[in-house]
Each structure stands twice: as structure tokens, then as C-alpha cells.
């Protein structure tokens, strides 16, 4: 199916009358799951859209960028959620959208950046960039191994899975420095890295750890691993089922991939609007909710699929600073400031604990934390 090309809004339009149209002829679609709720859209969609004689979704452009709007994970067209975003990090240039594929759910930045593109901002902004012995990195490097580290993680949420323990050979994919690499080593792992950013990955290595530069596709292994770790990664992917293809792959027959990423359903994005943390455009080019991200791992090979979602006081300090002093065009410094980050921390986990907690329950945690095994 494909949408009005000539009009850069009009999948939106389309999804909006549609959505108009069920509340009208069927009103139970007003208590229907959210699953439910965008199966029935989808199939008006189709309705109208066949009734129209398009074509092929795969089609779909926007005219004023020659980008294409088509769903990263099945091919049908998008309707915009969000617009006017920028970088509320880094300060890179450009304004960018969320848009949301009306039939499975994943919502994905748009414009797409190249590959190029992506590797260029990496390289500036991103990753290890040999930022050392300041202030911020002494005081980030001993508490992330320290044992008050440890009981703060038990209280907040391990983003990272720095409490697993356990044996056999772990892959970390984007390790960057390899601060994880050592945590992960105590406990019990044997593990390996895989960093494509050549400064971080020589930072990796000095303790004596086996890095890997090469992209996941192209990795050939020794020997298959019983873990892969995905902390904070899988949202950056230009094709997230490939990478899930890919790590699977790679993995022994029941072993797990561990996952961490933001939740596109987090009541702090209703919360904090653009000035959410976790859409980091254009960093960030998937937003996974618990449920398109479970259809992804089953669609991809794996079972006994557990998600569950934690809000970490950090990207709540995060989001608060990205309100309060972000500019345009502008890095964020704030964000390394580490004495107002760990106030606003602090009042995040011990102030606004039982919202936190609450919003947990409902299914709108800021993080979503995926176990899947290889099947």
C-alpha cells in the first residue's frame, strides 16, 4: 500500500481519518488493547488504501528531502508523532520528526541519517573521544566500581546487567572504553568486545581484552558465546533485525541476548515532550515499545522472551537538564555536570519514588530490559 507521496503529511492524515472513522462506526475500540487497537487500524488502512489503487508502501517518499518513509522492520508506511526535535545533547545541527508505522508500532527518527553520515557523527560527538582526567571521568571511574556503585544499582536498575553473574564466553557490542568489559569479567565472564570506534576499542584492549573493529555482520568468532550484551544499542541501528539476525548468529544454541534500551511508552516522554533524553536525535533511530520490541525478538529466532521496565534515576537527572538548559545548535554541558547530575539523581529516586515505581507498573518505564534466548 502507499500513501499520497506528493504530500509530505498525508500518511499522517490518512491515519488520523481512519482513526476518526473506527471511533465512529465501532465505539468498543475505545477499550481495546493497544495490539488490538492498531491491528484494527491497520486493517482500515488497508481498506482505504486499496480502495484508492495504490501501490507498493516501499514506494512511499517524502518529496522536499527524497527520503524514504517506510517502516525499518515491516515496510509500511509511517504517520509523524513527533516534530521539531534537535539534538539536546550535542548540539548537532538539523531538525528531525518520530514518526510511527501504523501497522506494527515502531516509531523511528526521520530523516533517516546515512551510514556515512552516522560514522561522521560518531567520530565527533560520540563514543570515546579521549576525554580523560577530568573532573567528571576520575569521579565517574570510581564510582563505577565502587561497592557503593553496586547497592545504587540494586536500588535504581541495572541498565547495564553489572549485577549478572554467571560463566562462559559474553560479548559486549559496543563497549566502547571497556569499562563494562571489567565489570563483567568479575563477575565470572569470559568476554570479548566489539567496538568499531578504533580509539575506544585501543582504550579496551590495554587491560588485555580481546576487542573485535569489525561491523557485527562481519564477525567471525573463535567460538560461539552465551551471551551477547546489547546495553543501549539496538536503538541505534539502521536495521535493527539485522542485528538481532546477526547476534543470534553468533550465539550457542540457548544462549541469551541481553538487552537494554528507552521506551517510546515512558511517561517521561509525555512529561518532558522534545526535551525527553531518550530521543538523543539523531543518535537514536529506532524507539522500541515493550511490545514492537518482543514481535521483533520472536520474528528474529528467539524464545522465553522476558521484558520488563526500570525508570533510572540518571536519565531522569538527564531529562530534567535537557529541559531546563538546552539550546539549540548548543552541547549540553550541564550533562557532565557530575554535582548537579547527582542532586537531580538523588531527588529522582528518593523524592519521586513512588511515581517512579507507579509508572513502572503501568508500563511506562523509562527503559525496557529484554532477556531472550537463542531457540
Known amino acids: 500500500?502507499?500513501?499520497?507521496?506528493?504530500?509530505?503529511?498525508?500518511?499522517?492524515?490518512?491515519?488520523?481519518?481512519?482513526?476518526?472513522?473506527?471511533?465512529?462506526?465501532?465505539?468498543?475500540?475505545?477499550?481495546?488493547?493497544?495490539?488490538?487497537?492498531?491491528?484494527?487500524?491497520?486493517?482500515?488502512?488497508?481498506?482505504?488504501?486499496?480502495?484508492?489503487?495504490?501501490?507498493?508502501?516501499?514506494?512511499?517518499r517524502n518529496t522536499s528531502t527524497g527520503a524514504q518513509r517506510t517502516c525499518l522492520l515491516c515496510g509500511s508506511a509511517l504517520g509523524v508523532s513527533q516534530e521539531g526535535l534537535v539534538d539536546t545533547r550535542f548540539g548537532t545541527p538539523g531538525s528531525y520528526e518520530i514518526n510511527r508505522c501504523v501497522r506494527c508500532g515502531l516509531e523511528q527518527t526521520f530523516p533517516l541519517p546515512s551510514v556515512a553520515e552516522l560514522k561522521s557523527l560518531y567520530e565527533a560527538h560520540y563514543n570515546f573521544g579521549g576525554e580523560r582526567d577530568t573532573l567528571y571521568t576520575r569521579l565517574r571511574e570510581r564510582f563505577l566500581f565502587s561497592f557503593l556503585n553496586r547497592v545504587w544499582t540494586?536500588?535504581?536498575?541495572?541498565?547495564?546487567?553489572?549485577?549478572?553473574?554467571?560463566?562462559?564466553?559474553?560479548?559486549?557490542?559496543?563497549?566502547?572504553?571497556?569499562?563494562?568489559?571489567?565489570?563483567?569479567?568479575?563477575?565470572?565472564?569470559?568476554?570479548?568486545g566489539l567496538e568499531i570506534n578504533e580509539r575506544a576499542a585501543a582504550e579496551a584492549r590495554k587491560p588485555g581484552f580481546s576487542v573485535h573493529t569489525c561491523l557485527l555482520g562481519d564477525l567471525v568468532a573463535a567460538a560461539p558465546y552465551d551471551v551477547a550484551v546489547l546495553s543501549n544499542v539496538l536503538e541505534h541501528s539502521l536495521d535493527p533485525r539485522q542485528m538481532l539476525q546477526d547476534v543470534h548468529r553468533i550465539l550457542?544454541?540457548?544462549?541469551?541476548?541481553?538487552?537494554?534500551?528507552?521506551?517510546?511508552?515512558?511517561?517521561?516522554?509525555?512529561?518532558?515532550?522534545?526535551?525527553?533524553?531518550?530521543?538523543?536525535?539523531?543518535?537514536?533511530?529506532?524507539?522500541?515499545?515493550?511490545?514492537?520490541?518482543?514481535?521483533?525478538?520472536?520474528?528474529?529466532?528467539?524464545?522465553?522472551?522476558?521484558?520488563?521496565?526500570?525508570?533510572?534515576?540518571?536519565?531522569?537527572a538527564q531529562s530534567l537538564i535537557a529541559y531546563f538548559f538546552a539550546a539549540k545548535?548548543?552541547?549540553?554541558?550541564?550533562?557532565?555536570?557530575?554535582?548537579?547530575?547527582?542532586?537531580?539523581?538523588?531527588?529522582?529516586?528518593?523524592?519521586?519514588?513512588?511515581?517512579?515505581?507507579?509508572?513502572?507498573?503501568?508500563?511506562?518505564g523509562d527503559c525496557l530490559l529484554a532477556v531472550a534466548t537463542k531457540s
Not at 522465553?304 to 540518571?314: G, K, N, S, W
Request: with cysteine; proline share 4%.
Open 1 to 60: 500500500m502507499q500513501f499520497d507521496g506528493s504530500r509530505p503529511n498525508a500518511a499522517c492524515e490518512q491515519y488520523v481519518v481512519c482513526e476518526i472513522l473506527i471511533y465512529a462506526v465501532k465505539p468498543s475500540y475505545l477499550w481495546q488493547t493497544k495490539k488490538d487497537q492498531d491491528e484494527i487500524l491497520g486493517q482500515m488502512i488497508d481498506s482505504t488504501v486499496k480502495l484508492q489503487g495504490s501501490v507498493s508502501v516501499h514506494e512511499t
Open 329 to 364: 545548535g548548543k552541547k549540553n554541558r550541564q550533562l557532565r555536570n557530575p554535582f548537579l547530575t547527582l542532586f537531580l539523581m538523588l531527588l529522582a529516586r528518593f523524592v519521586l519514588f513512588p511515581v517512579l515505581w507507579l509508572e513502572n507498573k503501568r508500563g511506562r
Open 154 to 192: 540494586q536500588i535504581d536498575g541495572d541498565i547495564s546487567f553489572y549485577l549478572c553473574r554467571g560463566t562462559g564466553r559474553l560479548l559486549d557490542i559496543g563497549c566502547n572504553e571497556g569499562r563494562g568489559l571489567r565489570i563483567y569479567t568479575g563477575n565470572g565472564f569470559q568476554v570479548e
Open 252 to 316: 550457542v544454541s540457548g544462549g541469551q541476548v541481553w538487552i537494554s534500551c528507552p521506551n517510546s511508552e515512558s511517561w517521561l516522554r509525555r512529561v518532558f515532550g522534545r526535551s525527553w533524553i531518550n530521543w538523543h536525535v539523531p543518535f537514536h533511530i529506532s524507539h522500541f515499545s515493550a511490545a514492537t520490541l518482543r514481535e521483533l525478538l520472536e520474528n528474529t529466532g528467539y524464545a522465553q522472551i522476558e521484558v520488563r521496565q526500570i525508570t533510572p534515576a540518571l536519565w531522569v
